[in-house]
Structures are given as structure tokens and as C-alpha cells.
């Protein structure tokens, strides 16, 4: 069946770190792919999105590229800043017409100054 | 500011109680869909509703329900509650029903805890 499986936290990193958030999915089409972003306090937030093989998604300095061969959607940032600590959610969109949205278990982000 | 307001923000209550959670989507907006967000669950999908319709359901528990008014309030409705209920419920909204975009926008949520 369809599942996502993200990368398990949580992450500390110094400021100006490079992050990589892995995130892979398991689908018997080619579901849309997005991250979104939980900041402390609030709800969810779109981050980014791609929706066909190729697709690079990029916002606020972060980048992902929908790996069809690897089913992967993996999130990556070249340097970090603090004001970045959140919890960090890839969601694949299965289902066709009847779509929705199926959550990873989020990854927190935790950037040190 | 997304434009989704939830209410109430922080509710307590006892175990077999019931409570209601009122969802305001954005201006314009014809979908809501409510998510529950625990510690060991993650984030699950529980229902949608499109223009006072259901339109897709998740894994939502018998002892709950939902409904979308006509002005497109959203209500959910959480019954005979146990501690395994504790969780904090998202509403989030989309201006389209299906197919989804995967383009949602939500609330703050509401933290239900039951004692």
C-alpha cells in the first residue's frame, strides 16, 4: 500500500550547518510531494512542493528533488539558521481524485547559534 | 496568519465526556479537513469536507463525527472520550474539494486534554 517513511529526530545542528532530511514513499502511482513546516506554537505551513519526477520544490533556501527512481523527496538546506528550528513534515498525496494527504512522523529541528 | 481559526485553543475535560471543536476555513475556502496530531500516532487524516459534503474519510473513530454548515464552519465532534483521545486536532482548509492540490492551510489547532 501507500506509506511515507521520514527520517527520524530529532536534529541539532550549529548555525550554517547543511541539513538533509531524508523522506521515501512507497506508492503504486506518482503521488504529489510536499514538505511542510511546524513552527513552535503554530500549525502547519506549506514549505515546498513537486509535483512530477524531476521536479525540483524550493522555498526560504530549502530544496527538494522528486526522485522517481529512488521514490525519494529528500529536503536539504546549505546553511541552517536558527530561526529554522521546527518540525519538518514530508507528505506524499495519494489517492488520485480521492487524494489525500498522508503525513511522515515529522522530524524536529533543533539549530544551535 | 493562515486564515483557519480554531476554538477552542486548549480544552480539558473527563473521560466519557463529549466536547465540540468549531473550525473556521479562509474566506473562500470550500474545503476543510481535520487531522489529529498525537506524540505516537503523528499526524492522521480524519475527515474532509467539501462545500457541506463529505468527501473523503481517514481514521476516524466511530465516537466521532464532523459536519460543514452552510456559511462552511466546520465542526468536530468528539464523543465518549478516553485518555487516548488527548491530542491536538488540526482543521485545515483548501478552496478545492477533488481533485486535492495537496495545498492546505492550517489552524493553529485545538489541544484536547483528557483526564
Known amino acids: 500500500g501507500n506509506s511515507v517513511t521520514q527520517m527520524e529526530g530529532p536534529v541539532t545542528l550549529s548555525e550554517e550547518a547543511f541539513l538533509t532530511i531524508n523522506c521515501t514513499y512507497t506508492?503504486?502511482?506518482?503521488?504529489?510531494l510536499f514538505w511542510y513546516v511546524q513552527y513552535p506554537g503554530e500549525g502547519l505551513q506549506l514549505l515546498l512542493k513537486?509535483?512530477?519526477?524531476?521536479d525540483k520544490g524550493s522555498n526560504k533556501g530549502f530544496e527538494a528533488t522528486y526522485r522517481k527512481e529512488t521514490t525519494s523527496f529528500h529536503l536539504e538546506k546549505g546553511s541552517v539558521q536558527v530561526s529554522d528550528s521546527a518540525v519538518y513534515f514530508c507528505?506524499?498525496?495519494?489517492?488520485?481524485?480521492?487524494?489525500?494527504?498522508?503525513f511522515g512522523k515529522g522530524t524536529k529541528l533543533s539549530v544551535k547559534p | 496568519d493562515s486564515g483557519v481559526t480554531q476554538t477552542p485553543k486548549h480544552l480539558i475535560t473527563a473521560t466519557g465526556q463529549r466536547v465540540t471543536l468549531r473550525c473556521s476555513p479562509r474566506?473562500?475556502?470550500?474545503?476543510v479537513y481535520w487531522y489529529q496530531q498525537s506524540l505516537d500516532q503523528g499526524l492522521q487524516f480524519l475527515i474532509q469536507?467539501?462545500?457541506?459534503?463529505?468527501?473523503a474519510k481517514g481514521n476516524i473513530l466511530e465516537r466521532f463525527s464532523a459536519q460543514q454548515f452552510p456559511d462552511l464552519h466546520s465542526e468536530l465532534n468528539l464523543s465518549s472520550l478516553e485518555l487516548g483521545d488527548s491530542a491536538l486536532y488540526f482543521c485545515?482548509?483548501?478552496?478545492?474539494?477533488?481533485?486535492?492540490?495537496?495545498?492546505?492551510?492550517f489552524g493553529e489547532g485545538s489541544r484536547l486534554t483528557v483526564l
Open positions: 485545515a482548509s483548501s478552496i478545492q474539494g477533488t481533485p486535492n492540490t495537496g495545498e492546505l492551510f
Open positions: 506508492a503504486t502511482g506518482y503521488p504529489s
Open positions: 513537486a509535483t512530477k519526477a524531476d
Open positions: 507528505a506524499p498525496l495519494f489517492g488520485g481524485s480521492q487524494g489525500n494527504l498522508i
Open positions: 474566506s473562500g475556502d470550500l474545503s
Open positions: 469536507y467539501y462545500n457541506g459534503e463529505e468527501r
